[in-house]
């Protein structure tokens, strides 16, 4: 199965996916001003489609984590940015 998604969980692949990304944000995988996975390369690592990667990466520029840098990809925002973690 692919890395971490639960599909027995009931919680939607894009949530996962989002929580995962989110998670190794705020561990310090990807900084702020870093460029985190693109949408192809974290749906062959989840084996999820790209409409998958794609909600999730609105997920996290919802939540204040990252935004979109035309021609870049999407780019993580200053922590004081950030929404509270989910729990």
Do not use: C
């Not at 949530?15 to 998670?23: F, L, N, S, W």
């Amino acid at each position: 199965m692919p890395e971490d998604i639960d599909d027995s969980t009931g919680i939607p692949r894009y949530i996962q996916v989002a929580r995962i990304v989110e998670h190794e944000i705020r561990d310090g995988v990807w900084i702020p001003g870093s460029v985190v996975p693109s949408v192809n390369t974290l749906s062959q690592r989840f084996g999820v489609a790209r409409t998958t990667v794609q909600k999730a990466h609105a997920r996290l520029a919802e939540r204040g984590m990252v935004s979109a840098v035309p021609g870049v990809g999407m780019a993580v925002r200053p922590r004081k940015e950030w929404a509270a973690p989910e729990e």
